[in-house]
């Protein structure tokens, strides 16, 4: 499978096995996580591998779109923290996501990325986590085995793409 491939194959998965996800798949993804272009090589990220399946019950249900987090035999939970790099905690974190997301594809895993930064229920997962105050929790990702197939299309180039300055086309 070729990069582009992986990348258009990549998809959101709420459905998993039961089966356990090998520690040694958890570091590979990690390590992909780690390589993630970052700003001044700051590296103003965190991770927290959770496979505790009381942890998870509670995280789904705290996550008001994240009900499957009980399901998933892991989820991590991706913090920024400011005092790494006061100006991209928030988006060199993102980069470090989707080289994760497209590790685990390659990997034959799935993932399913949940906001959680600015949204009510980040202090209770904070909390919950241990999380301390000074860092921020971005987003959770569920990871396992899937058991179901998406597909998704996306906008045509054309529709998102202007050449040279705004709204002009090729």
């Given amino acids: 499978m070729n990069l582009l491939d992986i990348i258009k194959g990549r998809r959101s998965i709420r459905k998993y096995q039961s089966r356990e996800v090998e520690q040694e798949k958890i570091e590979k993804i990690l390590e992909a996580a780690q390589w993630a272009p970052s700003a001044s090589n700051r590296q103003p ?7 505790d399946p009381e942890t998870r019950k509670k995280l789904g249900a705290i996550h008001s779109h994240g009900r499957f987090m009980k399901e998933s035999p892991v989820v991590i939970a991706v913090l920024g923290d400011p005092e790494a790099h006061e100006k991209y905690f928030l ?24 906001g959680v930064r600015g949204t009510s229920f980040e202090p209770k997962m904070k909390t919950l986590l241990g999380v301390p105050d000074s860092l921020h929790l971005i987003c959770t990702i569920s990871l396992g085995y899937p058991n179901e197939e998406r597909t998704k299309t996306r906008k045509a180039l054309s529709e998102i793409v202007s050449w040279e300055r705004y709204g002009q086309r090729k």
Avoid: S
């Fill in 45 to 51: 990220w965190h991770f927290i591998v959770i496979r």
């Fill in 91 to 114: 988006c060199d974190p993102h980069q470090a996501i989707q080289n994760l997301m497209l590790m685990a594809h390659w990997l034959e895993l799935g993932t399913c990325w949940m």
